[in-house]
């Protein structure tokens, strides 16, 4: 059975689009899936935002073919976690839930590095490039929790 992994974030192009690329970078695909998506639909088809693609590129992962899509209630049924990067998307994806089940799928990202500090990942769009290196180190550390928990079986199967 494949373990089925959503990022989530505002518009689909600088976070959780950095967040799919490195949890990628760090699974089997035939066992993981990962996807991301926005809860605002500003970038749909779009491709992340070249600075995301840029700070991929420098850690030997690609990112450039993603495209950018909204999170939709369906996406529930889809995954076994969804990850949002911050509040106000937590706000908006708790929202959409229909039930219980579909809550307890959700989480923020960093509590993975932190249970419970419900930290945000800070949104780089409006700052330099290394707000964009930043954001990496903190997905990728995220990510590598992420993986020990799906290796041993605490997400997914």
């Known amino acids: 059975m494949v373990t089925k992994i959503l990022m989530v974030c505002l518009g689909n192009i600088c976070r959780s689009p950095l967040a799919e690329?490195?949890?990628?970078?760090k699974v089997n695909a035939e066992e993981v899936m990962v996807d991301s998506a926005g809860t605002a639909a500003y970038h749909i088809g779009e491709a992340p935002d070249l600075r995301s693609i840029m700070t991929a590129r420098k850690h030997g992962i690609n990112i450039s073919k993603l495209?950018?899509?909204q999170f939709q209630e369906s996406d529930f049924d889809e995954f076994d976690k969804i990850y949002v990067m911050d509040h106000a998307n937590l706000s908006h994806v708790m929202g959409?839930?229909?039930n219980e089940s579909d809550k307890a799928k959700i989480?923020?990202?960093l509590n993975e590095l932190s249970p419970g500090s419900n930290q945000d990942v800070p949104d780089p769009y409006y700052g330099g490039d290394e707000?964009?290196?930043q954001v990496y180190r903190l997905l990728e550390s995220a990510s590598n929790t992420i993986v020990d928990k799906i290796n041993d079986g605490r997400i997914g199967s």
């Open 107 to 109: 989480d923020l990202i």
């Open 96 to 98: 959409m839930a229909r």
């Open 131 to 133: 707000g964009f290196e």
């Open 67 to 69: 495209v950018g899509r």
């Open 21 to 25: 690329g490195i949890l990628r970078s």
